[in-house]
């Protein structure tokens, strides 16, 4: 069985700038999760979809989006590049929910996104 | 507020000797509790979690956490470490009812000879 997969695995862009990022997750799975790393601030939770639905959202500004497609698939975007926003991103997909009792979330290898 | 805080940011320890990595939270309710490893490069592995019942958790890769609600714990152990467990590891927590996770700020542990 494939596990979560993320594309691209780095990206470089400028201030101002926009970036889409992707994740595909495990077969079945139909909760995809999205967190920032960075060395200042660990990991943070970005958002939670599940079946193209948001259910949970983090701390962060409107700049950061996302959306899930009928397939799970996921998409974060970010508009209007800031510097703060150099980070590693990671998704991570689950059955039901990265609070459920029975299964587990898995997570993929991160998006390095750095923004000059 | 709620909060998890993992006291240790690094840790060094000798191949073969115990390891105890620290983890405490802060939630009206015991939430439910995790432990990630990441590897260099890497994304997150789930080691171990806890909802309720035992308060030893065993978990993969010869890892255990034991719950302690009177220190509102969840601190990992494992008797003999080995370099492969070089990595950082997180504890994280997500409240009762609720589909958002939470982390540690990391403890990330070297391995020497």
């Known amino acids: 069985k494939a596990g979560v997969t993320q594309t691209p695995r780095y990206l470089i862009k400028t201030r101002g700038q926009q970036v889409t990022l992707s994740c595909s997750p495990i077969?079945?799975?139909?909760?995809v999760s999205w967190y920032q790393q960075t060395p200042g601030q660990g990991l943070q939770f970005l958002f939670e979809?599940?079946?193209?639905?948001?259910?949970n959202k983090g701390n962060f500004p409107g700049r950061f989006s996302g959306r899930q497609f009928s397939n799970s698939r996921s998409e974060m975007n970010v508009s209007t590049l800031e510097l703060g926003d150099s980070a590693l991103y990671l998704c991570?997909?689950?059955?039901?929910?990265?609070?459920?009792?029975?299964?587990?979330?898995?997570f993929g290898p991160g998006t390095r996104l750095t923004v000059l | 507020a709620q909060s998890v805080t993992q006291p240790d940011i690094h840790i060094t320890v000798s191949e073969g000797a115990s390891l105890e990595l620290r983890c405490n939270y802060s939630?009206?309710?015991?939430?439910?509790l995790f432990w990630y490893v990441q590897s260099p490069g890497q994304g997150l592995q789930l080691l171990l979690k806890?909802?309720?019942?035992?308060?030893l958790v065993q978990g993969i890769k010869g890892f255990e956490a034991e719950f302690k609600r009177s220190q509102s714990s969840f601190n990992l152990r494992k008797p003999s470490v080995h370099w492969s467990d070089a990595a950082e590891y997180f504890c994280?927590?997500?409240?009762?009812?609720?589909?958002?996770?939470?982390f540690g700020i990391g403890t990330k542990l070297q391995v020497i000879p």
């Open positions: 806890y909802f309720s019942g035992d308060t």
């Open positions: 979809y599940f079946s193209e639905t948001q259910r």
């Open positions: 994280a927590v997500v409240a009762r009812g609720y589909q958002k996770v939470t």
């Open positions: 939630y009206g309710a015991t939430p439910y």
């Open positions: 991570a997909s689950s059955l039901s929910g990265p609070g459920s009792l029975t299964d587990t979330q898995y």
């Open positions: 077969s079945g799975h139909r909760s």
